[in-house]
């Protein structure tokens, strides 16, 4: 640049330095007024009329090419033997299912038991027990004398099990007491019981649940009482299940023939009387997580000497989980027929010795209740019925021999039932269980349920102490009862039998695994009181023993 531009150029930088100098002066001088509020106004945007066009990327798969060369590599295996591993035997330790136990009494009561049974064997299954109970008694007609032999054999084959049992009884019992002690008895009026009874059953091996399977029972018994009362009683049953269309199916049915003699003295009364019943009961049921719902029908063609019936109950139940596993409400009706025969009756009451063989009909029960669980290992049931019963059974006393007979209501009786009962362990030392049954009656041509109670109550609980010592507690209740006996005229003289507690108590010592002692304290309370009129039970009375098992 030369000499003269570099003057105009310093000349006009000096002239506006001077003019700036000068506005900024004057602002500090002067006041501005504000006329309005400046409103910015934009102007409108300019879109471009063109929609963006992305470009699609594009995928090439990519191609690989593998060269195999052509070329097989033969290994030869190395074998060799190794040692196999002792297993030893705490997987399977030896088995002490059998035992032998004795013990006395202070009425001359010895007992004796001896169990013997197989150990592991995939085919075959088999034991004996043997047991004698007798006593002498504290006064005069007081012995009683049981016996008993039982053995069986179960043989597994490739689609099921095939079994057999046998069992032998002899039960005497001596007639004593009589109303007011009025009656002179015989020198030994004694009843002795014999039954021989054998089975045999096969049950089928099902490995699909929807299948076939099924179980089918054969048998025979013969008992007799000091041969006047001869009884023979075949059988055959059989349970069908299958699933048809998911639905499961139950067939429960068989045939029962029931052949009784009396030989007696004298010859006129001698009598033949069978009995053959066929019983037809199919069922199906539906179920879920909280419901269910079964129901079929019962029924039974009966034939005796007085021609043939056909008796038809209807079956139905439901229930619903109000609790899932805790709480069930539940509802059904039934009716079924119950043959008495020689053997039931006197295994109920074996002082009966004048008695008839009528069937009990149940023409139609109600029923219905709750069934579930307070806890883990407590349980409980409580549930009521009401029926309409022919020929319920009952007994009275003879007042001229000192024995019981079978009294029947022959009309359609009412007979309404509740009954409770709860059980409860803890931790494998404690099991407890209380059950309770009240039974109202309204009978068609008796005066009153002879023999029966209106209420019983039943406790019973085990405690193990330390593994040691396991107690036993048991305590029997019955109310009040009508005992009437027959007098000379067949009247029934009406007088009533008190109400009575048995409790019992009882402690077994476990001095090793093989050997233990055992002491039973039965009628702790003395208490002699009657199950059946005139037939007081012993006082107190205890058993001590051992037990070894091997």
């Known amino acids: 640049m030369t000499p003269f531009k570099n003057s105009i150029f310093l000349i006009l930088c000096l002239i506006i330095q001077l003019n700036v100098m000068a506005q900024v002066d004057s602002l500090k001088n002067y006041n501005i007024d504000v006329v309005r509020i400046f409103?910015?106004?934009?102007?409108?945007?300019?879109?471009?009329?063109?929609?963006?066009?992305?470009?699609?990327?594009?995928?090439?798969?990519?191609?690989?090419?593998?060269?195999?060369?052509?070329?097989?590599?033969?290994?030869?295996?190395?074998?060799?033997?190794?040692?196999?591993?002792?297993?030893?035997?705490a997987l399977l330790p030896k088995l002490k299912n059998n035992y032998s136990r004795v013990g006395f009494g202070n009425l001359t009561s010895p007992l004796f038991e001896f169990y013997l049974n197989t150990v592991r064997?995939?085919?075959?299954?088999?034991?004996?027990?043997?047991?004698?109970?007798?006593?002498?008694?504290?006064?005069?007609?007081?012995?009683?004398?049981n016996n008993t032999v039982y053995g069986y054999v179960k043989q597994f084959i490739n689609k099921g099990s095939l079994g057999i049992d046998a069992y032998y009884h002899r039960n005497r019992v001596h007639l004593y007491g009589s109303p007011n002690d009025k009656i002179i008895l015989p020198a030994d009026p004694k009843l002795t019981y014999v039954l021989y009874d054998t089975k045999l059953n096969y049950l089928n091996f099902n490995k699909d649940s929807s299948g076939l399977s099924y179980m089918l029972d054969m048998g025979y018994y013969n008992y007799?009482?000091?041969?006047?009362?001869?009884?023979?009683?075949?059988?055959?049953?059989?349970?069908?299940?299958?699933?048809?269309?998911?639905?499961?199916?139950?067939?429960?049915?068989?045939?029962?023939?029931?052949?009784?003699?009396?030989?007696?003295?004298?010859?006129?009364?001698?009598?033949?009387?069978?009995r053959i019943y066929f019983d037809l009961n199919p069922e199906i049921k539906l179920s879920d997580e909280n419901f269910y719902l079964k129901g079929g029908f019962n029924s039974t063609l009966t034939n005796d000497s007085t021609g043939s019936k056909l008796y038809f109950f209807p079956n139905a139940e439901a229930g619903y989980a109000l609790?899932?596993?805790?709480?069930?409400?539940?509802?059904?009706?039934?009716?079924?027929?119950?043959?008495?025969?020689?053997?039931?009756?006197?295994?109920?009451?074996?002082?009966?010795?004048?008695?008839?063989?009528?069937?009990?009909?149940?023409?139609?029960?109600?029923?219905?209740?709750?069934?579930?669980?307070?806890?883990?290992?407590?349980?409980?049931?409580?549930?009521?019925?009401?029926?309409?019963?022919?020929?319920?059974?009952?007994?009275?006393?003879?007042?001229?021999?000192?024995?019981?007979?079978?009294?029947?209501?022959?009309?359609?009786s009412k007979l309404t039932v509740f009954t409770g009962s709860i059980n409860h362990a803890y931790n494998e030392?404690?099991?407890?269980?209380?059950?309770?049954?009240?039974?109202?009656?309204?009978?068609?041509?008796?005066?009153?349920?002879?023999?029966?109670?209106?209420?019983?109550?039943?406790?019973?609980?085990?405690?193990?102490?330390?593994?040691?010592?396991?107690?036993?507690?048991?305590?029997?209740?019955?109310?009040?009862?009508?005992?009437?006996?027959n007098q000379s005229d067949n009247s029934i003289f009406n007088l009533k039998i008190s109400p009575f507690v048995d409790a019992n108590f009882g402690v077994d010592y476990r001095y090793s695994k093989t050997v233990s002692a055992f002491l039973h304290l039965n009628n702790i309370a003395n208490n002699r009181y009657q199950r059946f009129y005139a037939y007081p039970v012993y006082g107190f009375n205890f058993m001590g023993g051992f037990t070894f098992t091997f």
């Open 323 to 412: 609790m899932v596993k805790k709480l069930t409400v539940f509802a059904g009706f039934t009716g079924n027929l119950k043959p008495n025969t020689f053997r039931s009756i006197t295994s109920e009451n074996p002082f009966a010795a004048r008695f008839e063989l009528n069937n009990t009909v149940n023409k139609f029960e109600i029923y219905g209740g709750f069934k579930g669980e307070i806890g883990p290992m407590t349980h409980f049931i409580l549930m009521g019925s009401s029926a309409t019963v022919q020929n319920l059974l009952f007994y009275t006393h003879d007042s001229s021999k000192a024995n019981q007979i079978t009294t029947f209501d022959p009309g359609s």
């Open 224 to 274: 007799s009482s000091d041969n006047k009362y001869i009884e023979n009683n075949f059988f055959t049953k059989a349970r069908i299940n299958k699933h048809i269309n998911n639905i499961p199916f139950e067939l429960i049915t068989g045939l029962q023939i029931n052949n009784t003699r009396y030989t007696g003295a004298p010859l006129a009364n001698q009598a033949t009387y069978q």
């Open 121 to 145: 064997n995939k085919n075959t299954q088999a034991g004996m027990f043997i047991k004698h109970l007798s006593a002498g008694g504290d006064e005069a007609y007081k012995k009683f004398s």
């Open 429 to 485: 030392k404690l099991r407890l269980g209380i059950s309770t049954n009240i039974y109202g009656y309204k009978l068609y041509s008796l005066d009153h349920p002879y023999s029966r109670p209106e209420f019983e109550a039943k406790v019973n609980a085990t405690y193990n102490f330390g593994d040691k010592f396991l107690l036993k507690f048991d305590l029997f209740y019955m109310s009040e009862r009508w005992g009437g006996y």
């Open 39 to 89: 409103k910015p106004i934009l102007s409108e945007a300019i879109k471009i009329p063109i929609n963006p066009n992305p470009e699609k990327p594009e995928i090439k798969k990519t191609i690989y090419t593998y060269l195999i060369p052509e070329q097989q590599f033969q290994v030869q295996p190395t074998l060799y033997t190794i040692k196999p591993i002792s297993l030893g035997t």
